[in-house]
């Protein structure tokens, strides 16, 4: 079986790293309150990845960052479109595929 040739992961719940040996682009963001990007910072610090894993934390984006038009608040969680960081984040994304695929 062919290994994926690239992973994109938006908001992501970093948890107990495991092993990837897929080139990876983390985006998150910074006021994420469900899924926090410190978990994320804290999981690409205790890789020992096989290939790249990047890591980018948009610092004002909170979870569900691209989902255009929605802004919801419940049970103490945001979740709120940023365009600046969708924008950034579909760009990312675009070339970091481009170079890997």
Not at 24 to 29: M, Y
Not at 40 to 58: A, R, S
Not at 83 to 88: I, L, M, N, Q, T
């Amino acid at each position: 079986m062919k290994p994926f040739q690239a992973a994109i992961a938006f908001y992501p719940f970093c948890s107990v790293p495991e092993p990837i040996n897929t080139p990876t682009l983390i985006l998150a963001g910074g006021k994420d309150q469900w899924f926090p990007a410190e978990l994320c910072v804290e999981y690409v610090n205790k890789l020992q990845p096989q290939h790249d894993i990047n890591l980018k934390v948009f610092a004002d984006a909170h979870h569900g960052f691209d989902l255009i038009g929605i802004d919801i608040v419940e049970g103490g969680y945001t979740v709120r479109y940023n365009p600046e960081a969708d924008a950034d984040a579909r760009k990312m994304s675009r070339e970091f595929l481009e170079e890997k695929l």
